[in-house]
């Protein structure tokens, strides 16, 4: 079983500032990882795949990193409309075990 | 537009039983695996089960299987969610999304705006 753990759970920014999200798998997960945006009352919004591979229409201010076990969200220059929560998902192991494929969350509050 | 909507939330008894359905219009949804995810009140997101575009393959999480079937209708568009003896902690807000592979879990790039399943007596 894969579990996936982000880090922290609450990150507090000023808008402008550079948020670092992290997100760290017990195993490898090769590239396969995504990373979803939600905000309140809100369905996730598919942000980033392939680790580091934007979807279509996200701004080139979300940028993804990492390989293997260890995962990391940027956003350059947050905005009001950043503040949300995301989350990491793993899709190289599947079905992933009782944990699921998806981190706790971080929510990036001003 | 690519879209997904679901329907068949609302209030059940514990035990009790729900079917949820969810509408694909704007894609070829017989060309894709679809997926139901749920998030408790002020929880993360849970994946519950995944079904390939033939429904040939079906996966389940542990916390419902042999409670809750997926099946889908390609011909309808349509994915399912029959939910049986449901308990309390199945109260969420449950999400269809669309898998890019036909066959495997993957990333979710659509999702539904979701319903809500309340159990309680």
């Known amino acids: 079983e894969i579990v996936m753990t982000q880090s922290p759970a609450t990150l507090s920014v000023s808008p402008g500032e550079r948020a670092t999200l992290s997100c760290r798998a017990s195993?490898?997960?090769?590239?396969?990882l995504a990373w979803y945006q939600q905000k309140p009352g809100q369905p996730p919004r598919l942000l980033i795949y392939?680790?580091?591979t934007r979807a279509t229409g996200i701004p080139a201010r979300f940028s993804g990193s990492g390989s293997g076990t260890e995962f990391t969200l940027t956003i350059s220059s947050l905005q009001s409309e950043d503040f949300a929560v995301y989350y990491c998902?793993?899709?190289?192991?599947?079905?992933?075990?009782?944990?699921?494929?998806f981190g706790g969350g971080t929510k990036v509050e001003i | 537009e690519v879209q997904l909507v679901e329907s068949g939330g609302g209030m059940v008894q514990p035990g009790g039983s729900l079917r949820l359905s969810c509408a694909a219009s704007?894609?070829?949804?017989?060309?894709?695996?679809m997926n139901w995810v749920r998030q408790a009140p002020g929880k993360g997101l849970e994946w519950l089960s995944h079904?390939?575009?033939?429904?040939?393959?079906?996966h389940y999480t542990d916390s419902v299987k042999g409670r809750f079937t997926v099946s889908r209708d390609n011909g309808k568009n349509s994915l399912y969610l029959q939910m049986n003896s449901l308990r309390a902690e199945d109260t969420a807000v449950y999400y269809c999304?669309?898998?890019?592979?036909?066959?495997?879990?993957?990333?979710?790039?659509?999702w539904g705006k979701g319903t809500t399943v309340t159990v309680s007596s």
């Open positions: 998902q793993q899709y190289y192991n599947w079905p992933s075990g009782p944990s699921g494929p």
């Open positions: 392939g680790a580091s």
């Open positions: 704007g894609f070829t949804f017989s060309s894709y695996s």
């Open positions: 079904i390939d575009s033939s429904s040939s393959m079906k």
């Open positions: 999304a669309r898998t890019v592979s036909p066959l495997y879990f993957q990333y979710m790039d659509v």
């Open positions: 195993q490898s997960v090769s590239s396969s």
